[in-house]
């Protein structure tokens, strides 16, 4: 197989998922921002930018639940950041999702990387393979493996998969 997936509810190469629980710390002004896990970094880091970026301290205020300690799951934590939670506005959407997004991602897989062995053994023993983000749905951060005459072909952007084999390198 030259491909291997990973996602929330499986074991091998958990550490590369979001929901795995781990520190993540922000730089914010002269202190830290600490989170449990990725999805609650790229969710709490959303609404503060977009918040410091509009000046709008209802996003602001929004942000702060993501943050640590907090009893958020990293599920519930990406329903509370997606579409069901504070509605963000065109404008805003935009710019989270025209560039904004991926920098935050990156800075949490590289913060990952460097501050977890776990990760850095993961991403060691996928070794060359192909490394998609699987979910149920073909968002733009997941992927799908499909195989015609043992030719792969990855359906969707797999972002976060791409992240994860460029820091791989």
Known sequence: ??????????KELLSLSNFWLSDIKVKYMNSYI?????EHCFH???FRILGTIDND????SYSKQFRSPTNL???????K???????LNQK????????????????ICNYKFNNYQQVRNDLLN??????????RTLGPWNGRATYNNNELTVLGENKLGEIWMNLRK
Not at 92 to 107: E, F, M, P, T
Not at 127 to 134: P, R, T
Request: glycine share 8%; net charge positive; aromatic share 8%.
């Open 92 to 107: 805003q959407l935009s710019c989270w999702n025209n560039n904004i997004a991926i920098v935050v991602q990156n800075k």
């Open 73 to 79: 799951t990293p599920r519930q934590a990406k329903i």
């Open 44 to 46: 709490g880091e959303k």
């Open 81 to 87: 950041g997606g579409k069901n939670g504070f509605q």
């Open 57 to 60: 301290p209802k996003l602001i």
């Open 34 to 38: 600490i989170y449990p896990s990725g």
């Open 1 to 10: 197989m030259k491909h291997v997936n990973f996602f929330s509810r499986k």
């Open 126 to 135: 996928s070794n060359d393979k192909i490394l998609i983000h699987s979910d």
